[in-house]
């Protein structure tokens, strides 16, 4: 060091002799080599280098709170996770010392019942005192909750793997990242453990488990969300849509001939239809699926019934759905497997009295991101089993926003308590409809 400080000093020397004497720089060059100036590159560089390594530093967290769903912190440069008290720790002291930062690293950060479900994790600025790093790592970490509304399907999708691609793209495009998780149940670990290995090479932490502390070279904390179930392209530096993470899942559960054998037109096969069902405890169920069914066939199609529940394999799931050519159902988690069908697919989704924008929200507008073909039904009053207790004319029917009333809880009316008888006569218009996109796509392997 006292060779750089010293070579340094000489360096300073020749510039202030190049400003008093107005020497070209140029000519300057010619005479004593560019070497020598890179020389001195060196040396102010290594001088730098040596003031900031001392002990005091501004501070390495920074934190942006203005999205409306999510919070993302970073600490940048080495940091020490503690799993056992959920504090990660900047191992460069700050000068003035700042307050610690808490953040819940889920993607609904205004709702207090998900959060309810998140673990708290706490940012320092500094070093605890006696810091020491059970076991180092040679990736950054990124540190997010798989708690929230974990255990609905659309929400292990809308508010985790959603954004987590989103966050991926944006921050660690070479996927040299450790997924460090809270909240971390191991059903959830074991179910998406092919997708997780396709955001990143490296092994993923449960913290829940895990009992040494940990070092990074810098750790991002949260993820990234753009909306329900939805990426928008103008928002990450390489743009990337829904379509884009739909052809992510493809290749982590649908490559290699996954799908199921098609069936072929010219062979005389009809489109496949995958038929969702719900049980009738859940809500929002078919009270008549086995005449849809039957009516679907006399349409046309050949309908596989697709009732998928926790311990349904998604890689058995991609296959079906993959292997088909149109989707129906009602309004609700299930639809989530819309992420498996091709471009040129059909989703048909039976909207509930009372759910219209959500159903828009939650499956319309992605699967037309995706490049599905949406065809949307919205059941009459009569076709209701709500009707059946408060009568078709009642204000539950007639008016569901004036019911709800602007409160979630009030929702549960139209989620939790109503099933679906559906019109046949009415609502066969639609399903031929989506036949006939179906039958398109199956013929020429394109929408129409």
Known sequence: MRIASAVAAACLGLLVMILALDVNLMSLTNLIGIQVLKGCAWAVDLRASASSSSEIHASPVSCDRSHATYDLCTVDGPALLD?????????????????????????????????????????????????????????????????????????????????????????????????????????????????????????????????????????????????????????????????DFASFLDGVYGGGGAAAPLPSAAAGGRPRLVLVSRPRSAGRAFLNLGELEALAERIGFEVRRFAPNRGTRLA?????????????????????????????????????????????????????????EYV??????????????YGADSVVLRDPRAVVGGEWKNMRLYLKTQNVRLDLGRFRASLERAYVKAKAFMETGESS
């Open 83 to 243: 799993p056992a008290t959920a504090t990660i720790s900047s191992l460069e002291r700050t000068s003035p010392p700042r307050a610690p930062v808490k953040i819940r690293p889920y993607t609904r950060k205004r709702d207090r019942s998900a959060l309810s479900g998140v673990r708290e994790v706490t940012i320092a600025s500094s070093p605890p005192p006696n810091a020491t790093c059970g076991a180092t790592q040679a990736a950054p970490a990124l540190v997010f909750s798989a708690g929230g509304y974990t255990g609905n399907f659309f929400h292990e999708f809308s508010d985790g793997l959603v954004p987590l691609f989103i966050t991926v793209e944006s921050i660690f495009p070479d996927r040299d990242v450790t997924l460090a998780v809270v909240d971390c149940r191991d059903w959830w670990l074991r179910r998406y453990a092919d997708v997780l290995s396709h955001f990143s090479r490296r092994p993923v932490i449960n913290l829940d488990r895990q009992k040494e502390t940990l070092c990074f070279p810098s750790i991002t904390v949260g993820l990234i969300k753009h909306g329900p179930m939805t990426i928008d392209p103008k928002l990450l530096p390489h743009p990337k849509s829904l379509r």
């Open 316 to 372: 058995e799931s991609c296959r079906l759905v993959r292997g088909s050519h149109a989707m129906v159902g009602v309004h609700g988690a299930a639809m989530t497997h819309a992420v498996f069908l091709r471009p040129g697919s059909v989703l048909l989704q039976v909207v509930p009295v009372g759910t219209t924008w959500l159903s828009e929200a939650y499956f319309g507008r992605p699967a037309r991101e995706m490049g599905l």
């Open 376 to 389: 949307e039904y919205r059941i009459g009053a009569n076709e209701s089993s709500l009707a059946e207790e």
